[in-house]
Every structure is written in structure tokens, then in C-alpha cells.
């Protein structure tokens, strides 16, 4: 998360109103995931063991989605503050998080959509979606693993009710593994969105983005 004393919490009067609200929302967006995957990250580390009951279950949904809604709100924004010749880690957000935007779509129109999946054959998502992430084993991370090798438990969560038809296949591709918890992911409507990764690097873009901010005597300066 951003400190409070950052640029961009921070932005000046001389810019012009609509980029400083979409400025605004942007950093809004980015602490309402931050504040998510902080919670995802606290509730996966006690997961396990028979403890969780619905309530716990559902927070953590709860906070995906959330997460969801927010990366969908961050794309329209880098693309109202940005153009074709935008940089490249704002055209890589827009270009790998761009499911975000089906499954906030799918969501918005479920109801209508309800009898299409009631009558859908083979495998595929439980209808809320799942949810998985890796915790590593730290004593046997410290021991030394080679290259390509991990060691942990890899969870999966289901939201609702999940017939076997509705089942959800477990993956391990594109794990960032880090201690004590990671690669949070959530499966639905037959889509991947590493949400966990949406977070991370948002965080790195805006940090990027703050850097590349000129101070607010330079602005006045440029606009005189």
C-alpha cells in the first residue's frame, strides 16, 4: 500500500479535475485490494485443519470478488489516463487482468445465465467460483529445493453448493511462491484471475507511477 505522504495521496490542485478524481479512484481502488488480499492472506494461513466454518468461507469470496471489481475499475482508469504509446507495465495490467472485466460482466448478467449452466455438460467451475493458494513448507524451503521444485499444501475453497459437475480442477502453473502464503487465484464462470498477482503488480505500477511524478512546484512551473 501506498504511505499516506505519497504523491499520489497527496496531488496537487493545479491538475485538471477529472485526472485528479481519476487519480483518486485509482488509489482507491488499489487500498480496497490491498486491504483484500490482506485479509485472503490472514484467513489462508489459519485454512485448514476443519476450522472454517461458512461464515470464514464466504468473507474470503467476500474479498475476491472484491478484488475482482477492483482490477475492472483500475483497467478503465489506466486506459481514460493513458494512450496507445502508454508504458509497458500499464500495457501489461490491461492486457493480462483483462478477465477481470468478463467475470464482472458474467456476475452482472448471472440470473439470465442460470439455465445455460444448469444444462452444461463436463467439468467446470463451482458457480460462485473457487479459490486456491499455496502455503510452502518453510522448514523444508529452508533445506534448499532445485530449481523448479516447491514444497507446501495447495488449497482449494469452493463458494455455494458444488455438485460433481461443478467441480473445479486443481492447477499449478504460474505459483509466485513466496513465505508464508501465496498465488491466491479465483476460478469462475470457466476463467482464471490470479487475483493475488493483479494486487502485486498494481502496487508496482503505481509505485512507478509516483516516481515518475513531478514534484508540485515543477507542475506549476510546466503550466505557467
Not at 516447491?150 to 459437475?165: C, H, I, N, R
Request: glycine letters at 4%.
Amino acid at each position: 500500500m501506498l504511505p499516506e505522504d505519497d504523491f499520489l495521496r497527496r496531488l496537487p490542485q493545479i491538475l485538471p479535475l477529472v485526472d485528479r478524481l481519476r487519480l483518486e479512484t485509482l488509489i482507491f481502488a488499489h487500498d480496497l485490494m490491498e486491504i483484500a488480499l490482506r485479509r485472503l492472506h490472514s484467513a489462508g494461513i489459519t485454512y485448514g485443519g476443519g476450522t472454517q466454518n461458512a461464515t470464514d468461507r464466504i468473507a474470503m469470496f467476500c474479498d475476491a470478488w472484491t478484488i475482482v471489481d477492483q482490477i475492472h475499475v483500475v483497467r478503465q482508469v489506466l486506459l481514460s489516463l493513458t494512450t496507445l504509446s502508454r508504458k509497458s507495465d500499464t500495457q501489461e495490467y490491461l492486457d493480462h487482468f483483462s478477465i477481470a472485466s468478463v467475470l464482472r460482466n458474467k456476475m452482472d448478467h448471472l440470473n439470465e445465465n442460470l439455465p445455460n449452466r444448469a444444462k452444461a455438460n463436463g467439468s467446470t467451475n463451482a458457480l460462485f467460483g473457487s479459490l486456491t493458494f499455496f502455503k510452502p513448507h518453510p522448514d523444508l524451503w529452508e533445506q534448499g529445493l532445485q530449481s523448479g521444485e516447491f514444497a507446501g499444501e495447495f488449497f482449494m475453497v469452493s463458494a455455494g453448493l458444488m455438485p460433481d459437475q461443478m467441480a473445479s480442477t486443481a492447477s499449478f502453473d504460474d505459483l509466485n511462491i513466496q513465505l508464508p502464503i501465496c498465488s491466491f487465484r479465483l476460478e469462475a464462470f470457466d476463467q482464471r484471475l490470479l487475483i493475488e498477482r493483479a494486487v502485486l503488480q498494481l502496487r508496482a505500477l503505481l509505485r512507478r507511477m509516483s516516481d515518475d511524478c513531478p514534484s508540485s512546484e515543477h507542475l506549476a512551473q510546466f503550466a505557467a
